[in-house]
């Protein structure tokens, strides 16, 4: 039986992203999965930024570490909201390198467990270097923005299916289940376990 598919988009900033991140991290562990993560950029102006000191923000934070208490993950609330598009563009690099998954988690965690400021060069270029990989080719396709026609191209995919909130998950081969949001690691399951029948049909 081949592995299944799961295509997740997701943002950097974005916490319940951060909490799907850590419940697949446990999932593939359990399952034969071919896990593909595609960028979106929740705020790519700054001027849509929400205060992250607003009664929603809070509201919001309220849920996540209600949603995270339950699924026994470690989560800090930031003290800064920053443009994502830098983080995202660092993880696209280090995809070409294969090595998107080792950043993909050194960035989550460096926003949501360090504290850090993932819109801060220096802290991604450390991301990289601790990678083993080149800064300079990275500073270069920054300059470039290499990239930047690959985010926006998985933003207007998952907006041509009419969703606009991540993660989003799209789950099979080639009948797909939808979930918008994150999930209870028993819920995602039950879901791979109904997409891994059709594998056999």
Sequence with gaps: MPSL???IFSDYICPFC???HEIVKRIKKKYDLNVLWRPFELHPLRSMMPNINTP????VWANVQRIAKKNKIEIKLPKYLPLSRKALETAEFAREY???DECHNLIFHAYFLEGKNIEDQTVLLKIIDDLGLSTDE???KWKEEIYYPIIRASIR?????GITAV????IGNETQRILVGVHPQEQLENVIQ???LDLRQ
Excluded: T
């Design 5 to 7: 598919n799961i295509v």
């Design 18 to 20: 951060f909490l799907a």
């Design 56 to 59: 929603y923000i809070k509201m």
């Design 98 to 100: 294969n090595k998107f």
């Design 138 to 140: 990275l500073k270069q």
């Design 157 to 161: 995919e998952l907006h041509s299916v």
């Design 167 to 170: 993660p989003a998950f799209f």
């Design 194 to 196: 109904k997409a891994q």
